[in-house]
């Protein structure tokens, strides 16, 4: 009987895991599992209830992107009702999910990843970590600590909440924007943007150079990739838009977010809680195998950067040129999500800065008039973890019937896997390994921000 | 390490992760907060896997599986001083709805119901198990200190960390989300109740008033009211205030229903049945709590069948 080594949790992520890893008798890897530990039963619990609160109950699904979840509720209870929200409504929206991108980028590339690269992945565990780069590199921490402050403070001035918003509402938004406000916005927006350029310099001149050999093993797999695209011109978009399903080779399908599930379906493992989607329309079936892996695609920042035929904002979209001159498309390095994240940070910032410029954005014509009914709506965003659906089905009193979530993060719960034992595999050799190395599978794992 | 530190420890037990963000969040205090504190254990932050002897501990989160059960235990255990962080932790939180639906009902919905699911089983898993009910932490280990919110607003973490730091009593402030609330309460000439869908609300008179159920009234303020001052009704996610909590035969919909009533010229009989036909949602984050579940006048299960049957 060989030993079974458990990280957990796995730490320094945003959801519950844990990982096993099954060794033979030799010390060699076996099998290797991630466990992500969740399951409340949101699809449950919002039944019966009157679907315009449920953009607000469904943001404790998760804390750390509940913006997803109320706006791709918001969506999904427009499409049921039938109502299309105002332009202004639809804009401010778009706006807050926006903010709340570049939010999420800084809480997960400097709070939770940067200690593997700035201090180290063999850096001590007891100094690995966010504490340790305030140690390291003062100046640095103060300036992220003061840059995630700032955009939590514009979602919350303008807002109300910036955690387990309310301002989105069936329709539309709850409260005009004031001309004083938008100008403040503008002002700490063009901080943030300069802050997310600093940030993809930084990374590029001291991680991705320097841990290029690590980038080019650790955890990598070949799979396809799930992301949103404007329906003209197939720029990238985050908060609506088609979606698209590339192939490993690059082809890819189109579909509106309404025929989601004639091309995404859910398997189960009987060894895990998590369900794994994969691309049913692949017609191939599901299979985790590391040398021929059927219907496996990932989403998330690397598979938005992939799919995406462009991006309409300037300095994004030049960042993602000189990405693609280094890694082609579709890039398939698992660690380069970092690097991706940081490119959408920067577009996440400059289409912040366009919507604030857009001249209806002060309009009080922020709410179309609703008429609870029955119907179905699907709304998708794409949270920073992946892609979002929400899938809602009312009665005649515009109660919910019926709900399907499939949530961002669930995409890459199988890909995930993979990494991981993919990492394991070339890691642990002749039951030799250490902590540093277990961190290394980690790593694998916080690359996809589950 | 400075050995003078104080040592803090928090763990995530079944939540949403929002409460360990609104930590972060504590922003540029929370460099003012490590000059006195040493994060030893925070699952978000660092890769300490085990519980080190601590003098504060934060748990969030209620418990749902045996490893929640045994974390809290563990805790409890290494931590001096115990604070149950946010409302799940404090009450069992909104996935305390689970007490409408069995665990069975959540597993079939899930696993065989769903139509994107092509399998057609539930998992036995290698992970832990699945509790039946959902149990805020308070009725598994001894918690010194409640800080309920959904999450808590930076200002009051940051108020009860100061006071623990400094060895004084935390301040216990009571006011309900009316306090902070901009609206004026005035008696009007509305009849019937409005849902957020009807119509747009005046932005200046309270809620009640105009018809519209707003939980400000019987809710906690932990969070500096929010809601009804950006044009949305208080959902009460910071939990019942003290005055709910422990008096017998009062509870959220008596309390609402009688305010509004004298707000408005709908009966208080009326508003009280919507309140029960729409339970899940006003008793929403509350109800997993036996300080809520176990009063008489709460009767969510019988509430749901009426609805059911009609
Ligand atoms: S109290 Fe609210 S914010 Fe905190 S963990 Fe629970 S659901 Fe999340
Ligand atoms: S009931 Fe609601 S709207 Fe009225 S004063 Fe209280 S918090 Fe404000
Ligand atoms: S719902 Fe009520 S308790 Fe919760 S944040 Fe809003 S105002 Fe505060």
Same mark, same amino acid.
């Given at each position: 009987m060989g030993t079974v080594l458990n990280?957990? !949790?796995?730490?320094?992520?945003?959801g519950h895991a844990k990982i096993a890893i099954h060794l033979d008798d030799n010390g060699n890897v076996e099998d290797a599992f991630l466990h992500i530990q969740s399951l409340r039963g949101f699809e449950k619990f919002i039944e019966g209830r009157p679907a315009e609160e449920v953009p607000r109950i469904v943001n404790r699904i998760c804390g750390i992107c509940p913006w997803m979840h109320h706006l791709a509720s918001n969506k999904a209870v427009d499409g049921a009702f039938g109502v299309k929200p105002t332009a202004t409504g639809h804009k401010l929206r778009e706006l807050c999910q926006v903010m709340a991108h570049i939010n999420d980028k800084i809480l997960h590339f400097f709070f939770l990843a940067s200690p593997d690269f700035v201090l180290g992945p063999d850096a001590d565990y007891s100094v690995r970590n966010v504490i340790g780069i305030a140690k390291a590199n003062p100046e640095l921490a103060t300036k992220v600590v003061k840059m995630r402050q700032l955009g939590q403070m514009m979602l919350e001035r303008f807002?109300?909440?910036?955690?387990? !918003?309310?301002?989105?509402?069936?329709?539309?938004?709850a409260k005009p924007m004031l001309e004083e406000e938008r100008l403040e916005l503008k002002r700490d927006a063009e901080t943030l943007l300069d802050f997310s350029l600093y940030s993809l310099d930084f990374a590029i001149n001291n991680v991705f150079s320097k841990y290029m050999d690590v980038i080019s093993e650790l955890g990598n797999i070949t799979t396809g990739f799930l992301g949103t695209v404007d329906r003209e011109d197939g720029s990238l978009r985050i908060y609506d838009g088609k979606q698209r399903l590339m192939k490993p080779d690059g082809s890819y399908v189109d579909f509106e977010g309404d025929d989601y599930a004639d091309y995404l379906g859910e398997h189960v493992e009987p060894w895990a809680y998590s369900k794994m989607p994969y691309a049913k329309s692949w017609n191939e079936g599901f299979d985790l195998d590391l040398a021929a892996p059927r219907g496996i695609y990932r989403s998330n920042t690397l598979a938005r950067i992939n799919v995406c035929d462009k991006i309409s904002t300037p300095r994004a979209n030049a960042a993602l040129e000189q990405f693609r001159s280094q890694?082609?498309? !579709?890039?398939?390095?698992?660690?380069?999500y970092h690097y991706a994240r940081l490119i959408e940070m920067v577009y996440a910032c400059e289409r912040t800065l366009e919507l604030l410029e857009w001249d209806g954005i002060t309009d009080t014509d922020i709410r179309a008039k609703v008429e609870p009914k029955a119907g179905r709506g699907v709304g998708i965003v794409e949270a920073p973890r992946g892609t979002l659906i929400h899938d809602y089905v009312t009665d005649a009193n515009g109660c919910i019937e019926s709900a399907n979530l499939i949530v961002g993060t669930t995409h890459n719960i199988a890909p995930m896997n993979m990494s991981v034992k993919q990492a394991a595999t070339s890691l642990i050799k002749d039951g030799n390994y250490n902590e540093g190395l277990l961190n290394q599978v980690e790593m694998a794992v916080r690359a996809y921000d589950p | 390490m400075s050995p003078e530190k104080i040592r803090l420890n928090t763990e995530w037990l079944c939540d949403c992760g929002g409460c360990h963000v609104s930590l972060v969040d504590l922003h540029e205090k929370i460099l003012n907060v490590l000059e006195s504190v040493q994060i030893q254990k925070c699952p978000v932050l660092t890769d300490e896997k085990g519980y080190p002897e601590a003098e504060i501990g934060i748990l969030t989160g209620s418990i749902r599986t045996e490893h929640d059960r045994h974390a809290a235990i563990e805790m409890r255990k290494k931590c001096k001083t115990i604070i149950a962080f946010g409302t799940c932790a404090v009450?069992?939180?909104?996935?305390?709805?689970g007490l409408a639906h069995s665990r069975e009902e959540i597993m079939d919905h899930v696993?065989?119901?769903? &139509? %994107? %699911?092509?399998t057609n089983f539930i998992p036995a898993t290698e992970v832990d198990g699945l509790e039946k009910l959902v149990t805020p932490i308070d009725e598994v280990i001894e918690v010194d200190l409640y800080l309920p919110g959904c999450p808590p607003h930076a200002h009051f973490i940051f108020e009860g960390l100061s006071a623990l730091i400094e060895g004084t009593a935390p301040r216990v402030r009571q006011e309900s989300v009316c306090g902070g609330c901009n609206r004026t309460m005035k008696k009007s000439d509305v009849t019937e109740i409005k849902n957020s869908a009807d119509a747009v609300a005046d932005d200046d008179i309270c809620f009640l008033s105009q018809g519209f159920l707003c939980l400000g009234s019987v809710t906690l303020d932990r969070c500096l009211s929010p809601c009804p001052n950006h044009g949305i009704m208080c959902t009460g996610c910071a939990g019942p205030t003290m005055q709910i909590l422990t008096e &017998?035969?009062?509870d959220i919909r008596t309390e609402v229903s009688e305010r509004m009533a004298r707000l408005t010229e709908i009966p208080s009989e009326v508003i009280r049945k919507s309140m029960e036909q729409s339970a899940k949602t006003h008793y929403a984050y509350a109800m997993a709590t036996k300080m809520i579940g176990d009063k008489p006048t709460f009767l969510i299960r019988k509430w749901i069948a009426e609805v059911e049957a009609s």
């Open positions: 990280i957990a !949790p796995v730490s320094r992520i945003e807002a109300g909440k910036a955690i387990h !918003p309310i301002a989105g509402v069936v329709g539309g938004f890694f082609g498309r !579709p890039a398939q390095q698992t660690l380069l | 009450y069992g939180g909104l996935h305390g709805a696993y065989l119901n769903s &139509p %994107t %699911t092509r &017998p035969n009062r």
